[in-house]
């Protein structure tokens, strides 16, 4: 409750009190964050590739990071895609028509709940929900 943004961050649907202050816990003040894939890259969540000269190996998640705060984000997404229409929304295009693995699509949704806490810790407004869907899944 002291934390300035911490009630905007709560009015969005399907975070709780307690995600939130398990993701604050680990990460600090969120609005020392660049951006929100530095958040992601301090979770451990970014993308990394193991390869050596010619050699070129697959592209996965880094795990080199706080692990109890990718477990909050990975909750609080969770909760998001069980509880927010427009997060449901997303994830159901993104298995439906795109086709895509349901976790992957979950992952998606995690760097996108943390470019959400950064932009809106960072600015200091509200959680639109008009911003969370790009433009052209709102034509489709």
């Known amino acids: ?17 307690i995600s939130l202050a398990g993701i604050l816990g ?12 530095s958040l992601l890259r301090h979770a451990g969540l970014h993308l990394a590739e193991a390869s050596s000269g010619k ?4 592209i996965v998640i880094s795990k080199r990071g706080r692990s109890r705060l990718r477990r909050f984000l990975y909750l609080a997404t969770m909760s998001l895609v069980m509880n927010n229409t427009e997060f449901r929304a ?18 998606k949704l995690v760097g996108k709940l943390a470019r959400i806490f950064v932009g809106l810790a960072r600015r200091n407004e509200s959680y639109c929900a008009d911003k969370v869907q790009p433009i052209t899944e709102l034509v489709a």
């Not at 680990?26 to 894939?37: P, V």
């Not at 997303?90 to 992952?107: A, D, E, F, L």
Request: hydrophobic residues 35%.
């Open 1 to 17: 409750k002291q934390i300035p943004f911490a009630k905007k961050l709560l009015a969005i649907k399907g975070i709780s009190e």
């Open 26 to 37: 680990e990460a600090g003040d969120l609005s020392g964050f660049s951006h929100g894939n």
């Open 55 to 58: 050699w070129k190996g697959q």
């Open 90 to 107: 997303i994830h159901t295009h993104n298995v439906k028509v795109k086709k895509m693995k349901k976790m992957k699509s979950i992952m």
